[in-house]
Every structure is written in C-alpha cells, then in structure tokens.
C-alpha cells in the first residue's frame, strides 16, 4: 500500500503499469493458476482451494496493466514473527519488478501489523538476499516461543521450526529471516 493508501505501483516501463493490491475473491483462481506450476515443479507446495480462500486477507496481487500477474502472501505466524508466502510470478511477467514490489508491498504490511521478523522458505536465496534476508541455521526463536508454535497445525510453521516431519516438503530450500 501507497502512503496514501492506493495500491502500491512501480516504474514498469513506458507503456506498462504495475500495481499492487489486496486480493479478492475472484482471484483465487488466478492465484492457483500462477502457482499450480510451480507447485508442479516441486518449487511451491500445492494447496486445496480452499486453503486459498481460507487466507485470502493474507494475499497481495501484482497487476501488469489490469491483468493479474503475481502474488504473495504474509502470514503471522508469532507476535514479531511473520511468513512470507506463495511469492509468484507469471514467467512471462518476469523482469518487471513484480516480485520486489510484492515483497516490498508484504514488508509494508508486516511492519503495519508490528511484526519485526519475516521468514521465508525458498529456492530463490539470491532474490531474497538483495531485499535483506539472511540464512537461518538452527532456530530463530526462544525455547518458550518454540514450545508454542510446535503446537500449530500450520506446515508454513513446522518449515519454520525445521521439524522432520515436514523434511520432504523442505528439500532443497534455505530457511531465511529478516530484521525489519
């Protein structure tokens, strides 16, 4: 979100206009259809629909001119604890700035809501670093706090907390954080 409380917009190029949104309930489908590929690919891991409308108030949308070209979720998951989401872009909106907006426009979103920490499961550590995320090795919570989120039913947290459980989900991705 804009200081001012529009959508949050970036220089796309002379003729393309990007902006950023919350999501609505007609873009679930969008949303699916960006992501199913690369939950496919292993990238991402597949959901139900329903996991996506159970969330909807956690998903931002990237338009390119109007046309719904990436997504993005923030999740809280403790009181300065939040996970960056479903992060995705349409292949051939690439290289327009639509994930650093998405990110920036989550960021935003964190701080507003006072979260002070962002997580983020991902194969893209280069992209991640550039926006000021670090690898995390071993935990990144207190022993009380981690008492706590072993509790949840959320496999974002189990991700998080690195529990075996959820190893065959994780192979291959970096478990990283950021400050704000």
């Known amino acids: ?24 309930t007609r873009d679930i489908r969008t949303i699916r259809e960006i992501v199913r590929p690369l939950a496919d690919s292993g990238v991402l891991v597949s959901k139900d629909a329903v996991t996506y409308y159970e969330a909807l108030q956690q998903f931002r949308v990237a338009a ?5 070209v990436g997504c993005g979720a923030l999740h ?11 992060l ?5 909106a690439k290289g327009h700035g639509v994930g650093s907006l ?3 426009t989550l960021v935003d ?9 962002l997580f983020c499961l991902t194969f893209e550590v280069d992209f991640f670093a550039r926006h000021g995320f670090s690898v995390i090795e071993g935990q ?41």
């Open 1 to 24: 979100m804009a200081p001012d409380g529009s959508a949050a917009q970036a220089p796309s190029g002379p003729q393309q206009r990007l902006t950023v949104r919350g999501a609505r």
């Open 64 to 68: 390119l001119d109007g046309v719904v």
């Open 76 to 86: 809280v998951m403790w009181e300065d604890l939040a996970e960056i989401r479903t």
């Open 88 to 92: 995705a872009v349409r292949p051939e």
């Open 102 to 104: 998405l990110l920036r």
């Open 109 to 117: 979103d964190a701080r507003e809501l006072g979260v002070g920490r």
């Open 140 to 180: 990144a919570v207190s022993p009380e706090v981690y008492v706590e989120l072993v509790r949840s039913y959320d496999e974002g947290v189990a991700e998080f907390l690195d529990l075996e459980r959820v190893k065959p989900n994780t192979l291959g991705n970096t478990r990283m954080l950021r400050t704000l």
